[in-house]
């Protein structure tokens, strides 16, 4: 008597989910918020972020698990040139202190990325080494304000031995930790699209076309390696500064992303 034959059933394959890479950008950043909104109105799963300077702070507070109108509203109610004071350093104009002590009375000075609700990795560029530095395990503080210290602006965090600014410098699309994964579907949100009619009237406007510029060159092969990329071009009449116009910037993110729900459905 020969033995029944085993019937094998196809593997179950899991459902794909969103992987989001977030662009720094300044005040630009805020769009990220909006995206994070719109998102969760249209109940699509991130389920994994990555994060630089303003990218990295949106994508923080998000995988601590604050709603993105929330962190909006703790944006706009707070006095961004009170947690601003000289270093008086070589190394940069401003001290970090009323920022650090800001978030940490928000997300808590012993955050880890082990609390967050979904898998965060930020992104600093080591000024010595010349290269960029992916932190996703262990104290969040240190690394979350390295992301965000602008170079010349703000002194280098001193960190594990490095001394650490904004991702941005290097890497300001940060797709790499979310690629490699089968089940994740990688956007890009990117908050810097180039105004191509922008004047260049003074030095202030040309030092900021200059780095504009110079940071979009490293996120060209980045936004390749997306399966859809998010990019407002409404964006590109802002500046880095508009910090005054954040509710603008909120709702351009949010809109554009509603905009784009059908792509964002057919990756999952």
């Not at 262990?138 to 280098?156: D, F, K, M, N, Q």
Request: include cysteine.
């Amino acid at each position: 008597m020969q033995p029944s034959p085993q019937s094998t059933s196809p593997p179950i394959r899991q459902p794909a989910k969103l992987g989001l890479a977030l662009s720094g950008g300044g005040a630009r950043g805020i769009a990220h918020l909006g995206v994070l909104a719109a998102l969760d109105e249209l109940e699509l799963p991130v389920a994994q972020l990555a994060g630089v300077s303003s990218g990295a702070i949106a994508g923080v507070f998000y995988a601590a698990g604050f709603p993105p109108r929330e962190i909006l509203q703790l944006l706009t109610t707070t006095n961004l040139f009170r947690l601003t004071r000289p270093a008086f350093s070589r190394f940069g104009l401003l001290h970090f202190d009323a920022v650090e002590a800001l978030i940490a009375r928000h997300l808590g000075a012993k955050l880890t990325f082990e609390d967050l609700r979904c898998p965060l990795t930020l992104v600093a560029t080591d000024l010595m080494a010349g290269e960029s530095v992916y932190f996703k395990t262990g104290p969040l503080l240190p690394p979350l304000l390295a992301s965000s210290a602008v170079p010349i602006v703000y002194r280098p965090v001193e960190y594990q031995g490095r001394q650490l600014v904004d991702g941005g410098l290097l890497n300001n699309l940060p797709v790499e930790p979310l690629l490699g994964q089968n089940d994740l579907r990688v956007v890009g949100v990117h908050c810097n699209p180039v105004n191509r009619e922008a004047r260049v009237s003074n030095m202030r406007r040309l030092v900021e076309r200059t780095l504009h510029l110079a940071i979009n060159a490293n996120t060209a092969s980045r936004k390749a390696l997306c399966h859809l990329l998010l990019e407002p071009p409404d964006l590109c009449h802002y500046r880095p500064l508009s910090y005054k116009r954040a509710p603008e910037l909120f709702e351009i993110g949010y809109r554009y992303t509603l905009s784009q729900a059908a792509e964002l459905r057919a990756l999952l």
